[in-house]
């Protein structure tokens, strides 16, 4: 069975959106997610270079990667890979009639149908765990409090560009949306994010969990200067970082994940 097929047969979104289905799925499957650790990722904009770069930093560093992201590109599979390698439809097969079956008993419990992200989220999560993934970079897909991924218990909570996206169903101020996104913030954490307009409501979230806040400046940022082909800065005490990411953007993109990464290193992953 095809992936892209698969996920066809079910709905596209649900007006109501609550984490009821995940956690329904989640409890089928004796809870996954609690085996893993993880990277979760949320923002309007930044999310798919600072999921990249965990990711292959991470690889390159000898550890078992998962990576969820979205949308794709052409396929589903994706969405979900381990080391790079991504999900094959002869791998998805032996899920393939778990899910039909979970998806069933949950509309029959319920009466409500299981969207195709929640069928895709928790393949990936139960994928993620069957495999023995040392970490999983898990990237947001809209928003954050109510997103299918929020089923997590994330390690560190990791924030990029907050801007207005989405309004109709995230709220129309930067306040409300960053609101919704701060959501993926959990008890005794840590959270990284690079200074914004968004920061206060983070902040606020991070003091009412417990939340270790890792705030990152511009002032952290110096000797920058680039070429064609890449763009040179320091961060900190790091010197001489080069990236061949274009976008001034993508030097704060660089010092969140420099900073996941000594977080990583310091709680000894």
Do not use: W
Not at 71 to 89: A, F, G, T
Not at 132 to 147: A, P, R, T
Not at 153 to 179: C, P, Q, R, W, Y
């Amino acid at each position: 069975m095809n992936l892209d097929i698969f996920l066809s047969n079910f709905i596209q979104t649900t007006d109501f959106p609550t984490l009821d289905a995940m956690l329904y799925i989640m409890k089928k499957l004796d809870n996954p997610e609690k085996k893993l650790k993880f990277i979760h990722v949320a923002g309007t904009n930044g999310k798919g270079s600072i999921c990249e770069m965990l990711n292959q930093i991470l690889i390159n560093s000898n550890f078992k990667v998962g990576k969820y992201i979205s949308p794709h590109l052409i396929v589903s599979n994706e969405s979900i890979s381990i080391n790079n390698k991504n999900i094959s439809d002869s791998e998805f097969e032996k899920y393939e009639k778990l899910f039909k079956n979970i998806s069933n008993e949950y509309y029959f419990d319920t009466g409500r149908q299981v969207t195709r992200f929640e069928i895709l989220t928790s393949l990936a999560i139960l994928y993620f765990a069957e495999n023995n993934c040392d970490i999983v970079v898990f990237e947001v897909g809209l928003g954050g409090l109510y997103d299918c991924t929020n089923i997590v218990n994330s390690f560190i909570s990791v924030f990029g560009t907050i801007s207005l996206d989405h309004t109709s169903i995230l709220g129309n101020t930067i306040e409300k949306i960053a609101e919704q996104k701060a959501g993926i913030i959990k008890e005794n954490s840590n959270s990284v994010i690079f200074e914004q307009s968004a920061l206060p409501v983070i902040k606020a979230k991070c003091e009412e969990k417990n939340s270790k806040l890792h705030v990152l400046k511009y002032k952290d940022i110096n000797n920058y200067k680039f070429d064609k082909n890449y763009q040179y800065f320091d961060f900190k005490n790091y010197k001489d970082i080069k990236i061949n990411l274009k976008g001034k953007k993508q030097v704060e993109n660089t010092a969140v994940v420099i900073t996941c990464l000594e977080i990583l290193q310091k709680n000894r992953l």
